[in-house]
């Protein structure tokens, strides 16, 4: 997905200039941050997207760890049922 921001290359160009960079290394410079810098910049959509991939495998970790647990806790209610059987039956 390409980002969409504003990155006004004119007023960049001015500036450098301004500070006495020549012109020409001033826009070769705007064009590179342009093409390169800002080409792996998030867009909403990119983070919307991983929001979702994030809820999908957050949930799925809530069910495998619920499963886990209601698994200890019936292995843990029967050792005690055991025990108190033994107990009992002493």
Not at 1 to 11: G, R, S, V
Not at 31 to 47: G, I, N
């Given at each position: 997905?390409?980002?969409?921001?504003?990155?006004?290359?004119?007023?960049f160009?001015?500036?450098?200039?301004?500070?006495?960079?020549?012109?020409?290394?001033?826009?070769?410079?705007?064009?590179?941050?342009?093409?390169?810098?800002?080409?792996?910049?998030?867009?909403?959509?990119?983070?919307?997207?991983?929001?979702?991939?994030?809820?999908?495998?957050?949930?799925?970790?809530?069910?495998?760890?619920?499963?886990?647990l209601?698994?200890?806790?019936?292995?843990?209610?029967?050792?005690?049922?055991?025990?108190?059987?033994?107990?009992?039956?002493?």
């Open positions: 997905m390409t980002a969409q921001f504003a990155f006004d290359t004119l007023a160009v001015k500036r450098l200039t301004g500070a006495g960079m020549a012109t020409g290394q001033a826009e070769a410079l705007a064009e590179a941050l342009s093409a390169h810098a800002f080409a792996e910049v998030a867009t909403k959509a990119d983070l919307r997207e991983l929001r979702a991939e994030l809820k999908t495998d957050m949930k799925a970790l809530e069910n495998r760890l619920t499963l886990r209601g698994g200890m806790i019936g292995a843990t209610l029967a050792l005690g049922v055991a025990i108190l059987g033994t107990l009992i039956s002493s």
